[in-house]
């Protein structure tokens, strides 16, 4: 669960901050949605980064902990609904806004899982807990399972965003 509480935090915090130095960027991602109208687009595009800052700022206090990872269910079952809708109403493939400009994310199936996979490991620690103290192997793990995972996500959404989307979307690698 401590995986959960370094690269979550990290996760957000980064995510707000390309949403707030590329903020024309976002807010042009947010209006592409269509969902929005205009002045909900400009309140949204201040309130996202914001809410992003703050779930990261609550999973470093443990104090906060619980408080975060309930912002992060917000949130990503927010992001996560909005993607299922624009999946479902058939559009061209837009920008997610997730990162700004330089990772484009478009909006397809496979980033709808990556946010499921996020929302599982938001909701994972929510759940009871054995309470045994750290073993020495824990302490030495956790730091190299949350790197780990941190390339793999990075790997993820560099796959997504690159030109290999063709391929993912292929159904027969032969085509």
């Known amino acids: 669960m401590i995986q959960s509480f370094i690269f979550l935090p990290s996760f957000f915090f980064n995510s707000g901050l390309q949403k707030w130095i590329h903020h024309r960027y976002f807010v042009l991602s947010l209006a592409g949605y269509r969902l929005f109208p205009g002045k909900l687009v400009a309140i949204l595009s201040f309130l996202i980064p914001l809410s992003e800052w703050a779930t990261s700022l609550c999973l470093l206090f443990p104090g906060g902990q619980t408080y975060g990872l309930i912002l992060a269910l917000g949130l990503l079952g927010i992001f996560s609904l909005v993607i299922f809708i624009k999946l479902l109403q058939g559009e061209e493939p837009t920008d ?3 990162f700004g400009p330089g990772l ?3 909006l ?12 599982g490991m938001s909701a994972l620690p929510l759940f009871p807990q ?15 399972i949350t790197f780990v995972f941190c390339l ?7 796959i997504l965003s690159n030109n290999s989307l063709p391929l993912l979307k292929k159904k027969n690698l032969y085509e």
């Open 96 to 98: 997610c806004g997730c």
């Open 104 to 106: 484009k994310l478009e």
């Open 108 to 119: 397809f199936w496979i980033l709808l899982l990556r946010n499921l996979v996020l929302f």
């Open 152 to 158: 793999t996500f990075a790997a993820w959404n560099r």
């Open 130 to 144: 054995s309470h045994r103290p750290l073993t020495f192997w824990d302490q030495l793990l956790s730091p190299w």
